[in-house]
Structures are given as structure tokens and as C-alpha cells.
């Protein structure tokens, strides 16, 4: 029979135990032994619901505390001397400081850069390395688990981050080659397969996902001499990749030696018929025909179809599986008793992604009749969904197809707009300002969920959250800072506050995803054509700005974020619904700035990650991104300056791009980097105003003055100084007030020494 398997579970646990476990370890409330317990918990609870779907292999070592490539490092051993490991087990306490900025004598020290994973919205910490790194098996965890797994009775399949996929991921201190350090590296992962072995794994999954990127040809000989080495007889390597199609590395993928092969035919179905060309029929073929990134129902009916055009042209075994791992959707539709009825069967979580598959090998097996009612069910949702689809909002569309050409520009250039901004704004040299949030206190989430249940009235509920402005606009002012927020009290999520104001959303009440270590997401269901049929946030901002002199910002979700950070239809294009987006922001700018809102932020975190992974398809994809952007921001005064602020991102490959935007200011993340993010806007020589984050908000660390001094100095060696603003990397919404005060207080110290000395 074919086989069914899994490539990854969603880690936090359907209420995020494991994001509030973490969060009270971190507060001292409970020790590690129970934060350990809650998490073998976890994984036992995770396994049971995978091993009820039918699946014949279980993931194991897809669970992590914080970060499946971070655990990766740590058993690697490739822990960064500033936090003095003395060798041997990577502890627990080591672990998080790497990932937090802890030496191990407690004091503060630069954690583990931050960015995305390809192009998802899950956060990876980037390893570092350097030209004399060593390698030594430092951590048992996987093989604690596999025991784990064993005991309760299952097959396991343990994962693990090939060893190219987590070198081309790594950074190096200094410039030399990474393969160098491959032969280094290989033993570590042979002694890995060889520990496996012996715990009687018969497969295990080697994930590399960079085999869907261009690779140059060193890459490609460093694949065939990495698998040559890691080549034995057990356990048998099953090769994954996913979020794209093989391309041109099709043939190297097929060739490696290995027992199996997994293909993503979700976002690469048209790599089929070359993979059939190469594979061979000794290999075993893994088929990823449910999406692992979105969370609509499958069409089951052309999942079968490709199964059996796959079995006519290839004569080696089958598996089944999603097309990635489930660790990018939330864990079960069936919590969800509020959505809308009409869409509700139109979805699928990781549980009935998993229940999906059972369906498909059901019907494969012995035919559509024996997995009936469930298949009609799930055809029914789908000609309902394809039904839905065919009609829309007629003005939207409009306004669209009849678009002026000129509808994504600013009146007039940015040399113009900037001088008009100064005399409006008369702010000084390197102007200080925040990204946006501050802390969402306990009392904030409290009056929140009150006034959701109905527990607090609409009238308390506006009084509450004008005296958070109130004192957010006071607490700035005292620290100096130049130009404000309002520090966003109202809203639960950059995207999900808009989301919940635009029609064409739907929201769940536990679609829960991670984004990074504890901080979790609930991405909206873009499900229909999206409008906004009333201002969202003019009257929160008019009334910030009533408070004060000082220009305070509106603030904005852009449309290609608030596009990448949700779960997408994927009845159309997505450039047609980020322009739908577009002219909801643009509509909301407009009546901001018609409010005598003197600066707008559209923020564009997402901006990058929606990037697809190979470079040919780089242009269509930034061209239109770009418009989206621009359209939103340009239905404002010349002299209203338009804000926008990217995150983790690396910006060297799409500089010119970013200058497309055309934003007044950007204000980006470098603190984690060192600046090093910077030197792209300095080799562009970037035309517009930029504010280089100086210092990590992600971390517990209080920067001091010298520290964010010295930072500025970098920057302005790299940007004339007339050109630069100060803030933080991000927004303050996860860090608490007695941490945010003392940063500001030393940022704006910063910022005045530096406006002393540079004049």
C-alpha cells in the first residue's frame, strides 16, 4: 500500500502552550524541567493526533523551543564564541542566549541574527560561522525524541537541516568560501545518521530546501560530494525539498544517492515530468500534492489525477505527503465554531490537511466510491468555492480597469517634497521618531478581551484607549523624541486590526501560527475582493495629534504586507488582490492626510519575503509590489512625507526596487546585523531620507547611549548624515515599559551627541 507521511507539525500546541511556557520560563515562574515536561507533552499530544490520521511515519525533531535551525547550530556545536560555550551539551540556558543576546555571565551581548525563512513568514536565526570553525555532535535532543516517539509505539522519521541547505543559510564573520567548511561538517551529520541507525530509525528526512533556489556549480558539486560521504546503508535518506520546483537542479537532485526524494507539487507542479525523467524507478518518489502554506481545501480530484498519471510513468514506490512542512498553517479547523458557514468548508488546517491526505491514498487504494461521503463533501465545498469566485465587488474592479496612469506617483520628486516636508515638519539633524507600537501592557489585553466579550461598553472601551494615547504621546514628549505615534493601544495585530475594518477578510479565533521563538501570529483568510468601506484609523490618529505640537505619524499596514501575512485566495493572481489593498490604503492615507496627519507610515515588513526564489521571476514580482506601494502612498500632499519601515530583511539584491517606493523615509532593522544591512543603501547611494534601526527591540537588552552612539557614527560614515533618522529596529509592542524608557531615553541621548558633534 502507499505509504502516508508527514514532513513537519506545527510546534506551539493549539492554545500556543508552548508559546506561554516559554514567556513564563523567561519570567522565572517555572524552572526548565517544566517547560521541558510541557514540551515532551506537547510532542506526545502532536503524535497521537498525526499517528490517528493514518500516517505510516511519524516527523520527529520537526518539535523546537525556539527554532529548527537554531537546533541545528546547536548540535552542530556552532555556537558563537561572545557566548562562551565551554564545549560539550549545548545547554538550555546557552540555547536561549543565543537566540535572546545573553553572554553566560548575564550581561548583555548581540544575539543571533534574525531573518526569514525563503519566503515564509517564519523567522529563522542565521548561523554564524568563521574560516577556522570546528564541528562536534554538541546535543542530544533528536535523539532523546526519536526515544520518545519509540516508546509510545510509532515508526519515527527524524528531520534534519541538510548540511548545504544550513551552510548556504549560515553568515561568516569574514569573507571566505562556506564549502570549505564541509568536510568539517559532514562527519558531524555521518555520526548523526550512524546514532540513528543504531535507535533502529529505518528512514530519516534530510530537508534540503535550497535545491529549489539557483545554485552555482560549486553548489552543485558540493551536493554530489556531500551524499557520496553521508551514502550507507541505514538509515535510508529520504531527500526533501519544497516551496518551489526543482528547475534546473532537477537532474542533480534525482542523481544524489540517496533512497528517496520528496517534490513540492503544490508550488512546483510543472518539475514532474523531468523528475520522472531522471529519478529512476530504484528510488522511492514522496509527492507533496497538499499545500502546506495555505489553508484552503485541496482539490482532491487532480491530487488523484497526477497520483495515477505518476504511477503509469514511474515504477517505484510511492509516497504521499503535504507539500512542506504543516509548522506555516494553524492546527485545527474544527475550534473554529464562529467562522462564516459559507466559507468555512472552503479550509483545511494541518489536522484536516493530514485527514486530506488519508483521503487520497484511501481513494487511490481502493477507488473515489470507498471514500465516500467525504469525498463528495470536499468536491461539493469546491464547486461552491469556484461558484463564489465568479462574482465580485464591481467597484473595486472598476476602479482597477479604469485606473489613471499616473495613479501610483507623487505629484512631485523628492527632492521637491522633502524641502516642503522640512518647512512643515522643522525637525533637526538625525530627527528621532519610533517604528509604531509600544508596549501592549496586560491592562491593554485585558480591557481588549472585556470589550470583545461584551464586558465592557463601546464608550469605556474609547475612553480607555484614549488615556493609553494620552500618556503614550506624554511619555514621549518627555523623552524627546521628534516626531511621534500613538502607540497603537487599539490594535491586536498590524494586519489582523485592518483586516477586521476591509471587507474580503475572514478571521479565526485560534488560527495561531509562529512567527519566531514564542511570538505567534493569527494571519486573516483573504477570501473575496477586498474594499474598505469606512476610515480604520483617523479618528485614534486626529486625536493623537490634538494632544501635541509635535508631528505624529499615522500609521498603516502597506498592501503587499498586509498581501504576505495573511493566507491568500488563490482563485486570481495575488497582484490583483495586493492592488485591491492598495486602494484601501491609498482611501485611508487620503482621509489621513485630509486630517492634517503631517507624516504617514505604510509600514512593508513583508516586503521581501514575497520575493519568489528564483531570480527570473524576480522583476515581475517587484514590479508590481513596487506599484502597490506606490499606489497607496500617492494619493497625499507633496508635503505630507509617507514613512515606510522593513524588517530581517536583506536588501542588496533589490536596493533598486526599494528606491522604487519612493518613500520619504524608510526606516529599517541593522542593529542585529551591525549595520552591515546598511551597506547596501550606501553602495546604491540611496536617493531618499533612511533610519537605520540601532537597536534590537526582540531582545530583553537595554542599550546604552555609547553603544547606539557608536552605531550612528557607522551610519553616518555609510549615509551623508543629512539623510539619516534614529529609531529602534521595530516596534516596542512585545517589550515592556521599564525596558522602552531607558532605550528611548539613550537613543535620543545618542542622537544629540551626534547632532553636537556632526553640526
Same mark, same amino acid.
Given at each position: 500500500?502507499?505509504?502516508?507521511?508527514?514532513?513537519? @507539525?506545527?510546534?506551539?500546541?493549539?492554545?500556543?502552550?508552548?508559546? @506561554?511556557?516559554?514567556?513564563?520560563?523567561?519570567?522565572?515562574?517555572?524552572?526548565?524541567?517544566?517547560?521541558?515536561?510541557?514540551?515532551?507533552?506537547?510532542?506526545?499530544?502532536?503524535?497521537?493526533?498525526?499517528?490517528?490520521?493514518?500516517?505510516?511515519?511519524?516527523?520527529?525533531?520537526?518539535?523546537?523551543?525556539?527554532?529548527?535551525?537554531?537546533?541545528?547550530? %546547536?548540535?552542530?556545536?556552532? &555556537?558563537?564564541?561572545?557566548?562562551?560555550?565551554?564545549?560539550?551539551?549545548?545547554?538550555?540556558?546557552?540555547?536561549?542566549?543565543?537566540?535572546?543576546?545573553?553572554? %553566560?555571565?548575564?550581561?548583555?551581548?548581540?544575539?543571533?541574527?534574525?531573518?526569514?525563512?525563503?519566503?515564509?513568514?517564519?523567522?529563522?536565526?542565521?548561523?554564524?560561522?568563521?574560516?577556522?570553525?570546528?564541528?562536534?555532535?554538541?546535543?542530544?535532543?533528536?535523539?532523546?525524541?526519536?526515544?520518545?516517539?519509540?516508546?509510545?509505539?510509532?515508526?519515527?522519521?527524524?528531520?534534519?537541516?541538510?548540511?548545504?541547505?544550513?551552510?548556504?543559510?549560515?553568515?561568516?564573520?569574514?569573507?571566505?568560501?562556506?564549502?570549505?567548511?564541509?568536510?568539517?561538517?559532514?562527519?558531524?551529520?555521518?555520526?548523526?545518521?550512524?546514532?540513528?541507525?543504531?535507535?533502529?530509525?529505518?528512514?530519516?528526512?534530510?530537508?534540503?530546501?535550497?535545491?529549489?533556489?539557483?545554485?552555482?556549480?560549486?553548489?552543485?558539486?558540493?551536493?554530489?560530494a556531500a551524499y557520496a560521504t553521508l551514502q550507507r546503508p541505514a538509515p535510508y535518506i529520504l531527500l526533501t525539498t519544497y516551496f518551489g520546483?526543482?528547475?534546473?537542479?532537477?537532474?542533480?537532485?534525482?542523481?544524489?544517492?540517496? %533512497?528517496?526524494?520528496?517534490?513540492?507539487?503544490?508550488?512546483?507542479?510543472?518539475?514532474?515530468?523531468? &523528475?520522472?525523467?531522471?529519478?529512476?524507478?530504484?528510488?522511492?518518489?514522496?509527492?507533496?500534492?497538499?499545500?502546506?502554506?495555505?489553508?484552503?481545501?485541496?482539490?482532491?480530484?487532480?491530487?488523484?489525477?497526477?497520483?495515477?498519471?505518476?504511477?503509469?510513468?514511474?515504477?517505484?514506490?510511492?509516497?504521499?505527503?503535504?507539500?512542506?512542512?504543516?509548522?506555516?498553517?494553524?492546527?485545527?479547523?474544527?475550534?473554529?465554531?464562529?467562522?462564516?458557514? %459559507?466559507?468555512?468548508?472552503?479550509?483545511?488546517?494541518?489536522?484536516?490537511?493530514? /485527514?486530506?491526505?488519508?483521503?487520497?491514498?484511501?481513494?487511490?487504494?481502493?477507488?473515489?466510491?470507498?471514500?465516500?461521503?467525504?469525498?463528495?463533501?470536499?468536491?461539493?465545498?469546491?464547486?461552491?468555492?469556484?461558484?463564489?469566485?465568479?462574482?465580485?465587488?464591481?467597484?473595486?474592479?472598476?476602479?482597477?480597469?479604469?485606473?489613471?496612469?499616473?495613479?501610483?506617483?507623487?505629484?512631485?520628486?523628492?527632492? &521637491?517634497?522633502?524641502?516642503?516636508?522640512?518647512?512643515?515638519?522643522?525637525?533637526?539633524?538625525?530627527?528621532?521618531?519610533?517604528?509604531?507600537?509600544?508596549?501592549?501592557?496586560?491592562?491593554?489585553?485585558?480591557?481588549?478581551?472585556?470589550?470583545?466579550?461584551?464586558?465592557?461598553?463601546?464608550?469605556?472601551?474609547?475612553?480607555?484607549?484614549?488615556?493609553?494615547?494620552?500618556?503614550?504621546?506624554?511619555?514621549?514628549? /518627555?523623552?524627546?523624541?521628534?516626531?511621534?505615534?500613538?502607540?497603537?493601544?487599539?490594535?491586536?495585530?498590524? +494586519?489582523?486590526?485592518?483586516?477586521?475594518?476591509?471587507?474580503?477578510?475572514?478571521?479565526?479565533?485560534?488560527?495561531?501560527?509562529?512567527?519566531?521563538?514564542?511570538?505567534?501570529?493569527?494571519?486573516?483568510?483573504?477570501?473575496?475582493?477586498?474594499?474598505?468601506?469606512?476610515?480604520?484609523?483617523?479618528?485614534?490618529?486626529?486625536?493623537?495629534?490634538?494632544?501635541?505640537?509635535?508631528? +505624529?505619524?499615522?500609521?498603516?499596514?502597506?498592501?503587499?504586507?498586509?498581501?504576505?501575512?495573511?493566507?491568500?485566495?488563490?482563485?486570481?493572481?495575488?497582484?490583483?488582490?495586493?492592488?485591491?489593498?492598495?486602494?484601501?490604503?491609498?482611501?485611508?492615507?487620503?482621509?489621513?492626510?485630509?486630517?492634517?496627519?503631517?507624516?504617514?507610515?505604510?509600514?512593508?515588513?513583508?516586503?521581501?519575503?514575497?520575493?519568489?526564489?528564483?531570480?527570473?521571476?524576480?522583476?515581475?514580482?517587484?514590479?508590481?509590489?513596487?506599484?502597490?506601494?506606490?499606489?497607496?502612498?500617492?494619493?497625499?500632499?507633496?508635503?505630507?512625507?509617507?514613512?515606510?519601515?522593513?524588517?530581517?530583511?536583506?536588501?542588496?539584491?533589490?536596493?533598486?526596487?526599494?528606491?522604487?517606493?519612493?518613500?520619504?523615509?524608510?526606516?529599517?532593522?541593522?542593529?542585529?546585523?551591525?549595520?552591515?544591512?546598511?551597506?547596501?543603501?550606501?553602495?546604491?547611494?540611496?536617493?531618499?531620507?533612511?533610519?537605520?534601526?540601532?537597536?534590537?527591540?526582540?531582545?530583553?537588552?537595554?542599550?546604552?547611549?555609547?553603544?547606539?552612539?557608536?552605531?550612528?557614527?557607522?551610519?553616518?560614515?555609510?549615509?551623508?548624515?543629512?539623510?539619516?533618522? +534614529?529609531?529602534?529596529?521595530?516596534?516596542?509592542?512585545?517589550?515592556?515599559?521599564?525596558?522602552?524608557?531607558?532605550?528611548?531615553?539613550?537613543?535620543?541621548?545618542?542622537?544629540?551627541?551626534?547632532?553636537?558633534?556632526?553640526?
Amino acid at each position: 500500500m502507499t505509504k502516508i507521511h508527514n514532513l513537519g @507539525f506545527p510546534r506551539i500546541g493549539k492554545s500556543r502552550e508552548l508559546k @506561554f511556557a516559554l514567556e513564563r520560563y523567561w519570567r522565572g515562574e517555572i524552572n526548565a524541567g517544566e517547560l521541558l515536561a510541557l514540551s515532551a507533552e506537547l510532542r506526545a499530544r502532536h503524535w497521537h493526533l498525526q499517528a490517528g490520521c493514518g500516517l505510516d511515519y511519524l516527523p520527529v525533531g520537526d518539535f523546537s523551543l525556539y527554532d529548527h535551525v537554531l537546533d541545528t547550530s %546547536a548540535m552542530l556545536g556552532a &555556537v558563537p564564541e561572545r557566548f562562551n560555550w565551554a564545549g560539550g551539551e549545548v545547554d538550555l540556558e546557552t540555547y536561549l542566549r543565543m537566540a535572546r543576546g545573553r553572554g %553566560a555571565d548575564g550581561e548583555a551581548c548581540r544575539a543571533l541574527e534574525m531573518t526569514k525563512w525563503f519566503d515564509t513568514n517564519y523567522h529563522y536565526l542565521v548561523p554564524e560561522l568563521a574560516s577556522d570553525q570546528s564541528f562536534a555532535l554538541s546535543s542530544n535532543r533528536l535523539f532523546d525524541e526519536t526515544r520518545e516517539l519509540l516508546a509510545l509505539g510509532y515508526r519515527p522519521k527524524p528531520v534534519l537541516l541538510g548540511p548545504l541547505s544550513w551552510l548556504w543559510l549560515a553568515k561568516t564573520a569574514a569573507p571566505f568560501d562556506k564549502l570549505e567548511l564541509l568536510p568539517r561538517l559532514l562527519p558531524v551529520y555521518a555520526q548523526i545518521l550512524q546514532r540513528l541507525a543504531e535507535l533502529g530509525a529505518e528512514w530519516v528526512q534530510i530537508d534540503e530546501p535550497i535545491l529549489v533556489l539557483d545554485l552555482p556549480e560549486d553548489w552543485h558539486q558540493a551536493f554530489a560530494a556531500a551524499y557520496a560521504t553521508l551514502q550507507r546503508p541505514a538509515p535510508y535518506i529520504l531527500l526533501t525539498t519544497y516551496f518551489g520546483g526543482l528547475g534546473d537542479n532537477a537532474a542533480l537532485a534525482c542523481s544524489l544517492p540517496v %533512497a528517496g526524494l520528496h517534490v513540492d507539487l503544490t508550488r512546483g507542479a510543472e518539475q514532474l515530468p523531468e &523528475v520522472l525523467a531522471n529519478i529512476g524507478d530504484a528510488k522511492l518518489l514522496s509527492l507533496g500534492l497538499i499545500d502546506g502554506r495555505n489553508v484552503w481545501r485541496a482539490d482532491l480530484a487532480a491530487a488523484l489525477a497526477a497520483v495515477q498519471r505518476t504511477r503509469q510513468a514511474f515504477r517505484g514506490r510511492l509516497w504521499l505527503a503535504p507539500s512542506c512542512s504543516l509548522l506555516h498553517v494553524p492546527i485545527d479547523l474544527e475550534r473554529e465554531t464562529a467562522l462564516d458557514p %459559507a466559507v468555512k468548508p472552503w479550509l483545511a488546517f494541518a489536522k484536516q490537511k493530514l /485527514t486530506e491526505l488519508e483521503l487520497l491514498r484511501l481513494a487511490l487504494e481502493e477507488g473515489v466510491d470507498a471514500a465516500q461521503p467525504e469525498w463528495g463533501t470536499a468536491q461539493a465545498a469546491l464547486a461552491g468555492r469556484r461558484a463564489a469566485s465568479q462574482t465580485g465587488n464591481a467597484e473595486v474592479r472598476g476602479r482597477l480597469e479604469n485606473a489613471a496612469p499616473n495613479l501610483d506617483r507623487r505629484a512631485s520628486p523628492f527632492p &521637491v517634497r522633502k524641502a516642503l516636508q522640512q518647512h512643515r515638519l522643522n525637525l533637526p539633524a538625525f530627527p528621532t521618531t519610533s517604528i509604531g507600537s509600544f508596549p501592549q501592557t496586560p491592562e491593554i489585553r485585558k480591557a481588549r478581551q472585556e470589550y470583545k466579550r461584551g464586558d465592557l461598553s463601546e464608550a469605556d472601551y474609547r475612553a480607555f484607549i484614549e488615556r493609553q494615547i494620552k500618556q503614550c504621546i506624554r511619555e514621549q514628549e /518627555t523623552l524627546g523624541l521628534d516626531m511621534l505615534v500613538h502607540g497603537e493601544p487599539e490594535r491586536n495585530d498590524m +494586519v489582523e486590526y485592518f483586516g477586521e475594518q476591509l471587507d474580503g477578510f475572514l478571521f479565526t479565533g485560534h488560527g495561531w501560527v509562529q512567527s519566531y521563538g514564542s511570538r505567534c501570529v493569527k494571519p486573516p483568510i483573504i477570501h473575496a475582493d477586498v474594499a474598505r468601506p469606512q476610515p480604520m484609523t483617523v479618528a485614534w490618529s486626529r486625536y493623537a495629534q490634538y494632544l501635541t505640537d509635535r508631528p +505624529v505619524k499615522g500609521m498603516l499596514t502597506g498592501p503587499v504586507t498586509l498581501l504576505n501575512w495573511s493566507f491568500v485566495r488563490d482563485d486570481q493572481p495575488r497582484e490583483h488582490t495586493a492592488y485591491q489593498l492598495a486602494l484601501a490604503v491609498r482611501d485611508e492615507a487620503a482621509d489621513l492626510d485630509k486630517a492634517g496627519i503631517r507624516a504617514i507610515q505604510i509600514d512593508e515588513p513583508a516586503f521581501r519575503e514575497g520575493l519568489p526564489l528564483r531570480r527570473t521571476d524576480w522583476p515581475a514580482y517587484l514590479a508590481w509590489a513596487a506599484r502597490a506601494f506606490r499606489i497607496a502612498a500617492s494619493g497625499v500632499d507633496d508635503a505630507t512625507q509617507i514613512h515606510t519601515h522593513m524588517c530581517y530583511s536583506e536588501f542588496n539584491d533589490i536596493i533598486a526596487a526599494i528606491a522604487d517606493l519612493d518613500a520619504d523615509v524608510i526606516t529599517i532593522e541593522t542593529s542585529r546585523s551591525n549595520m552591515e544591512l546598511l551597506e547596501a543603501f550606501a553602495d546604491f547611494r540611496y536617493p531618499n531620507d533612511i533610519g537605520p534601526g540601532v537597536y534590537d527591540i526582540h531582545s530583553p537588552n537595554v542599550p546604552a547611549a555609547e553603544e547606539m552612539e557608536q552605531r550612528l557614527r557607522t551610519a553616518a560614515e555609510r549615509v551623508p548624515p543629512a539623510q539619516l533618522w +534614529v529609531n529602534p529596529d521595530c516596534g516596542l509592542k512585545t517589550r515592556q515599559w521599564h525596558e522602552v524608557r531607558p532605550a528611548l531615553a539613550a537613543m535620543v541621548a545618542a542622537a544629540k551627541t551626534l547632532r553636537a558633534r556632526v553640526g
